[in-house]
């Protein structure tokens, strides 16, 4: 399986040698940086946040590590077959119960990524079906989960406290020596419109803006999750379907086939920005994900193709990244719509994009399996043996954990 | 009916053709059934003007270079004033005043910026609105062509060729003067200095202020401004660091201007024509401060 131990590895020679030239060109920098981040978290409560690396130089309070991983809603980390494996069956179904609350789940299938015809066109056929209406190739997504809310300032404040920013492994190397650019209006690292180190009060749950794609990839390695792909993010918001005669139904909108401006933060609710994550629930998709339309554009994985743009052969100067489901100052219905694909730089830091997580189901414990499973492997002490057990297995454990968090994130 | 009935009808309909229409650009008197004015070749289909009516009508000159937005922000600002239930809205008057939106809109829509405006002043949009407030007890008209960029510059240096033009720097009671504010921050210095013509023309044919300053109220309007995060952030500062020589032209010459950022689209890609050749597309529609100067202006319009 390609999970995150599969291509994580430790940094290589010339990996290394390249960040300690980086670390020596922006040491300065980022001392004061931690320096700031120590005084802006102290008197926080040490589980709420961590120090970079604070994993594995606690390696004896396995229980603790588990709740602050819980607390900062890193389940996914947790669920990773190689950690879920050798935790105690409680922490195991709180990170499953915390997964069903915070995920949905996207059952395998074909979702077609393509564009709407438009409707001058439909004349030309006889019978109208889905497959008219849109140009595109039905493209196959394993089972997957998908966050049922966008990021939100206080989950990333967490990525930001814990040090985020000051840990390479997080970051893909060839962003390193821009990583110390990533500031908010003071001069600390954070989303672009953020100042000391915080966002604005009242918007905790407001989705996080004024981060680029690398930041929002950084911030999922964090969590243990992925940037949805292109064909993730259409399959959880159109959910499709194949009718027992063949057809194929794909809404356009998360909630059926027309625009509705009461059901989605788009220009013409007039809202002029963002709103609470959770605002709008009447515009939710049939799986319970708010918000794939309006409020934010949300980063994807992939490259920008042109394949949900309205123009056939679009290029661009230089290689950009593919946004869906329009935000909150988008015009047009047509453009915040399940198909419709822009595009922005890679570097942008807009505040009208955010983004939201997924991650493969097969990348978890496997859910069906349940907790009893993992008593009965033996690769798992009950939990009377975990009481008994010393620090020493404890410290196995976490060091795993502390690997997965610190280093395994090149996948 | 008599037969001689009909003959005092026939007499109304005499007389009334014999009243001229009055171009409300040119104020030049033209025949009941022209199209056109035969003057500026404006047209005189929006509202059939009754002589004394023309005054009433205020005019706003659009002016800008070629391909810096003049349409796109004409139609996206009609397009926004003409549906929300607000302090100020727009009210097309006449079918004619809405072909701008018609064509500009859906294109759109469809991520494509409209065809260039034909340089032929019978091919310019010209759209005629009322202007409802709820401060004002009545509407009132306004008159806002949207003259080729071509035009405009042909009109520097051949004033006659093209009298709309000339008409409207004179009579304007307002104006809106655009500049790419993404050719601004690339250092592009004519891109200022055509706008610098431009502005110098309104200054010296329109009403003079008793300082000698023009006294029609300016909007001074960065387009674009998605380019260039430093134009939204601090429209004025942007205009005097980036364009000092109109900044300078502006507070010399202009009695009330105000500098402001307007985007419309959140970013720009190329199209491969079938053919040979490339357009520019937009990625997405997200307008951001298009009503600010339109409202700048309206407040500081002297009411006829």
């Given at each position: 399986m390609k999970g995150i131990f599969g291509a994580?590895?430790?940094?290589s020679l010339g990996q290394a040698a390249r960040w300690i030239a980086t670390l020596a060109e922006h040491l300065p920098r980022w001392c004061q940086r931690g320096e700031d981040r120590r005084k802006a978290t102290a008197g926080c409560d040490p589980n709420e946040v961590g120090a970079p690396g604070e994993e594995a130089h606690s390696p004896t309070n396995l229980d603790g590590l588990v709740r602050r991983l819980l607390k900062q809603e890193r389940y996914a980390l947790l669920l990773r077959p190689q950690i879920a494996a050798r935790l105690q069956p409680e922490h195991v179904r709180q990170a499953l119960e915390q997964l069903r609350q915070k995920m949905s789940l996207i059952p395998e299938g074909e979702v077609i990524l393509g564009r709407t015809r438009e409707p001058?066109?439909?004349?030309?056929?006889?019978e109208l079906d889905e497959s008219y209406l849109v140009v595109g190739q039905p493209v196959f997504v394993p089972r997957c989960y998908i966050d049922r809310y966008a990021v939100t300032n206080r989950q990333y404040q967490q990525f930001v406290a814990a040090g985020g920013y000051e840990?390479?492994?997080?970051?893909?190397e060839a962003i390193w020596p821009a990583v110390c650019q990533f500031t908010d209006q003071t001069g600390?690292?954070?989303?672009?419109?953020?100042r000391h180190g915080t966002f604005e009060a009242g918007k905790e749950h407001h989705p996080v803006v004024g981060v680029n794609w690398y930041e929002a990839r950084a911030y999922a390695r964090w969590v243990g999750k992925r940037l949805p792909t292109d064909a993730q993010w259409a399959k959880a918001a159109c959910w499709p379907m194949r009718l027992p005669d063949g057809t194929r139904v794909q809404r356009r909108w998360p909630w059926g086939e027309t625009s509705e401006n009461t059901r989605a933060n788009t220009w013409h609710a007039r809202r002029g920005g963002t709103m609470p994550v959770d605002a709008f629930p009447e515009g939710q998709t049939v799986g319970g994900v708010f918000q794939m339309v309006g409020n934010v554009w949300e980063w994807t994985e992939d490259d920008f193709t042109g394949v949900g743009f309205p123009q056939p052969s679009v290029l661009t100067e230089v290689p950009m990244k593919s946004i869906r489901?329009?935000?909150?100052?988008?015009?047009f219905p047509s453009q915040a719509d399940c198909y419709f694909q822009s595009a922005e730089l890679p570097l942008a830091r807009k505040p009208n994009i955010g983004f939201r997580l997924a991650v493969f189901a097969e990348e978890l414990w496997a859910e069906d399996q349940g907790t009893e499973d993992l008593a009965t492997r033996g690769s798992l002490p009950s939990t009377e043996g975990s009481v008994r057990a010393g620090s020493a297995d404890n410290s196995a454990i976490s060091r795993t954990i502390s690997r997965t968090i610190t280093i395994a994130s090149g996948e | 009916m008599r037969p001689g009935g009909i003959t005092p009808l026939q007499s109304l309909r005499l007389a009334e053709y014999l009243l001229p229409v009055r171009c409300v650009i040119c104020e030049a008197e033209n025949v009941r059934d022209a199209e056109r004015c035969q003057h500026c070749r404006a047209p005189l289909t929006f509202g059939q003007w009754r002589a004394e009516s023309v005054e009433m009508v205020h005019r706003v000159g659009l002016l800008g270079a070629p391909g810096v937005g003049k349409t796109v922000y004409l139609a996206m600002l009609l397009d926004i004033l003409g549906q929300q239930e607000a302090e100020l809205q727009l009210l097309a008057r006449g079918a004619f005043s809405l072909n701008l939106q018609a064509e500009v809109i859906p294109a759109l829509a469809r991520c494509e910026f409209p065809d260039r405006t034909p340089k032929l002043p019978e091919l310019w949009n010209w759209v005629h609105c009322q202007v409802r407030r709820r401060r004002d007890r009545r509407p009132w008209d306004l008159v806002i062509p949207d003259p080729a960029g071509e035009a405009l510059v042909d009109s520097l240096e051949h004033p006659l060729n093209y009298p709309a033009l000339t008409n409207l720097f004179r009579r304007a009671d307002a104006a809106m003067l655009l500049i790419d504010a993404g050719q601004l921050s690339s250092g592009c210095r004519a891109e200022e200095l055509l706008a610098v013509k431009l502005l110098s023309q309104l200054a010296e044919l329109a009403p003079a202020h008793r300082s000698g300053k023009c006294r029609i109220p300016t909007a001074i309007i960065l387009t674009k401004a998605d380019q260039c995060e430093a134009a939204q952030v601090s429209p004025a500062g942007f205009l005097r660091t980036h364009a000092p020589t109109l900044w300078y032209h502006a507070e010399r010459r202009l009695l009330r201007y105000a500098v402001f950022a307007v985007q419309i689209v959140g970013g720009c890609a190329l199209r491969q024509l079938p053919h040979n050749g490339r357009v520019v597309v937009p990625l997405r529609v997200e307008p951001h401060g298009v009503l600010e100067p339109f409202t700048w202006l309206i407040d500081h319009l002297g009411r006829k």
């Amino acid at each position: 399986m390609k999970g995150i131990f599969g291509a994580g590895k430790l940094l290589s020679l010339g990996q290394a040698a390249r960040w300690i030239a980086t670390l020596a060109e922006h040491l300065p920098r980022w001392c004061q940086r931690g320096e700031d981040r120590r005084k802006a978290t102290a008197g926080c409560d040490p589980n709420e946040v961590g120090a970079p690396g604070e994993e594995a130089h606690s390696p004896t309070n396995l229980d603790g590590l588990v709740r602050r991983l819980l607390k900062q809603e890193r389940y996914a980390l947790l669920l990773r077959p190689q950690i879920a494996a050798r935790l105690q069956p409680e922490h195991v179904r709180q990170a499953l119960e915390q997964l069903r609350q915070k995920m949905s789940l996207i059952p395998e299938g074909e979702v077609i990524l393509g564009r709407t015809r438009e409707p001058s066109a439909w004349q030309d056929f006889t019978e109208l079906d889905e497959s008219y209406l849109v140009v595109g190739q039905p493209v196959f997504v394993p089972r997957c989960y998908i966050d049922r809310y966008a990021v939100t300032n206080r989950q990333y404040q967490q990525f930001v406290a814990a040090g985020g920013y000051e840990e390479p492994s997080l970051w893909d190397e060839a962003i390193w020596p821009a990583v110390c650019q990533f500031t908010d209006q003071t001069g600390r690292p954070g989303p672009r419109f953020w100042r000391h180190g915080t966002f604005e009060a009242g918007k905790e749950h407001h989705p996080v803006v004024g981060v680029n794609w690398y930041e929002a990839r950084a911030y999922a390695r964090w969590v243990g999750k992925r940037l949805p792909t292109d064909a993730q993010w259409a399959k959880a918001a159109c959910w499709p379907m194949r009718l027992p005669d063949g057809t194929r139904v794909q809404r356009r909108w998360p909630w059926g086939e027309t625009s509705e401006n009461t059901r989605a933060n788009t220009w013409h609710a007039r809202r002029g920005g963002t709103m609470p994550v959770d605002a709008f629930p009447e515009g939710q998709t049939v799986g319970g994900v708010f918000q794939m339309v309006g409020n934010v554009w949300e980063w994807t994985e992939d490259d920008f193709t042109g394949v949900g743009f309205p123009q056939p052969s679009v290029l661009t100067e230089v290689p950009m990244k593919s946004i869906r489901g329009g935000a909150f100052d988008t015009y047009f219905p047509s453009q915040a719509d399940c198909y419709f694909q822009s595009a922005e730089l890679p570097l942008a830091r807009k505040p009208n994009i955010g983004f939201r997580l997924a991650v493969f189901a097969e990348e978890l414990w496997a859910e069906d399996q349940g907790t009893e499973d993992l008593a009965t492997r033996g690769s798992l002490p009950s939990t009377e043996g975990s009481v008994r057990a010393g620090s020493a297995d404890n410290s196995a454990i976490s060091r795993t954990i502390s690997r997965t968090i610190t280093i395994a994130s090149g996948e | 009916m008599r037969p001689g009935g009909i003959t005092p009808l026939q007499s109304l309909r005499l007389a009334e053709y014999l009243l001229p229409v009055r171009c409300v650009i040119c104020e030049a008197e033209n025949v009941r059934d022209a199209e056109r004015c035969q003057h500026c070749r404006a047209p005189l289909t929006f509202g059939q003007w009754r002589a004394e009516s023309v005054e009433m009508v205020h005019r706003v000159g659009l002016l800008g270079a070629p391909g810096v937005g003049k349409t796109v922000y004409l139609a996206m600002l009609l397009d926004i004033l003409g549906q929300q239930e607000a302090e100020l809205q727009l009210l097309a008057r006449g079918a004619f005043s809405l072909n701008l939106q018609a064509e500009v809109i859906p294109a759109l829509a469809r991520c494509e910026f409209p065809d260039r405006t034909p340089k032929l002043p019978e091919l310019w949009n010209w759209v005629h609105c009322q202007v409802r407030r709820r401060r004002d007890r009545r509407p009132w008209d306004l008159v806002i062509p949207d003259p080729a960029g071509e035009a405009l510059v042909d009109s520097l240096e051949h004033p006659l060729n093209y009298p709309a033009l000339t008409n409207l720097f004179r009579r304007a009671d307002a104006a809106m003067l655009l500049i790419d504010a993404g050719q601004l921050s690339s250092g592009c210095r004519a891109e200022e200095l055509l706008a610098v013509k431009l502005l110098s023309q309104l200054a010296e044919l329109a009403p003079a202020h008793r300082s000698g300053k023009c006294r029609i109220p300016t909007a001074i309007i960065l387009t674009k401004a998605d380019q260039c995060e430093a134009a939204q952030v601090s429209p004025a500062g942007f205009l005097r660091t980036h364009a000092p020589t109109l900044w300078y032209h502006a507070e010399r010459r202009l009695l009330r201007y105000a500098v402001f950022a307007v985007q419309i689209v959140g970013g720009c890609a190329l199209r491969q024509l079938p053919h040979n050749g490339r357009v520019v597309v937009p990625l997405r529609v997200e307008p951001h401060g298009v009503l600010e100067p339109f409202t700048w202006l309206i407040d500081h319009l002297g009411r006829k």
